[in-house]
């Protein structure tokens, strides 16, 4: 994708199309023998957790859950970040075939991180908001 793209693209279109993208690097790790077959069931709970999350998180109840459906995307994006590192420095795979993959999963984590900062202050500003009226009408 170029960064045009990017931009133009939901968190949620995104991150799907990314779980398209580990299933598919899932099923060929599945051809090769030994760890591989491991470590593409741990990346593949991961890398679609991400999604799912994500999506889910159109449906949350309040903002506080919301921001919690975001937080564990977050969390599995930095798991599959690590999985992926692991394949390509441990040379199970080259790193030409993966990179790509490990690249788009750390720009989803700059993403997921820029999101859940924005959402944490907008829930702290309702609090301090919240307690400032609090005080004002005890006075």
Known sequence: MSGNE??????TDRTKAFAIR?????SFLDEKPGVCRTLSKQMLRSGTSIGANVH??????????FLHKMEIALKEARETEYWLEILIESEVVEKGKFDSLLQETKEIVRILIAS???IQERLNGS??????????SEN
């Open 56 to 65: 889910e998180s159109r449906s949350a109840q309040s903002d506080k859950d």
């Open 22 to 26: 580990i299933i598919k690097a899932c």
């Open 116 to 118: 859940t900062r924005k």
């Open 127 to 136: 609090k301090s908001n919240g307690r400032r009226m609090e005080a004002a």
């Open 6 to 11: 990017d931009k133009s693209i939901s968190i």
